[in-house]
């Protein structure tokens, strides 16, 4: 493939216009895969799209799985984020300790 590809600028600006509307956008970004969206994502970049392809990529993960790139939500405790069946747990909380207490002594055996 070439490293650089000539688009006409009329051509490019009709299909950013085509591409980047809040209609699209909403109804075809979640029924791409992750990597349909990012291709899609570039393509608008390359193109000249500030905005859009940021768009593009959040609309999208809004109905992406705990395991998938662009999941942008919180993860849930029984979500399986491997395909081993790995689950996700929070960190166990940290305990607390009080800066006056004195250390423990072990007794003399």
Same mark, same amino acid.
């Not at 490019?12 to 291709?39: K, M, P, Q, R, Y």
């Not at 994502?41 to 799985?65: C, N, V, Y």
């Given at each position: 493939? +070439? @490293?650089?590809?000539?688009?006409?600028? @009329? !051509? +490019?600006?009709?299909?950013? =216009?085509?591409?980047?509307? %809040? +209609?699209?956008? #909403?109804? !075809? $970004?979640? #029924?791409?895969?992750?990597?349909?969206? =990012? +291709?899609? $994502? @570039?393509?608008?970049?390359?193109?000249?799209?500030?905005? $859009? *392809? =940021?768009?593009?990529? =959040?609309?999208?993960a809004e109905d992406d799985e705990p395991n998938d790139r662009h999941f942008q939500g919180p993860v849930p405790p029984d979500a399986s984020l491997a395909a081993d069946g790995v689950h996700w747990? *929070?960190? *166990?909380?940290?305990?607390?300790?009080?800066?006056? #207490?004195? *250390? %423990?002594?072990? $007794?003399?055996?």
């Amino acid at each position: 493939m +070439a @490293d650089t590809v000539s688009i006409p600028s @009329d !051509v +490019a600006e009709a299909f950013t =216009d085509a591409w980047c509307t %809040t +209609a699209i956008t #909403s109804n !075809v $970004a979640a #029924s791409l895969g992750c990597t349909e969206a =990012d +291709a899609l $994502a @570039d393509l608008l970049r390359a193109l000249g799209a500030e905005q $859009a *392809p =940021d768009k593009w990529i =959040d609309a999208h993960a809004e109905d992406d799985e705990p395991n998938d790139r662009h999941f942008q939500g919180p993860v849930p405790p029984d979500a399986s984020l491997a395909a081993d069946g790995v689950h996700w747990s *929070p960190a *166990p909380p940290t305990p607390r300790t009080n800066p006056f #207490s004195q *250390p %423990t002594r072990k $007794a003399c055996t």
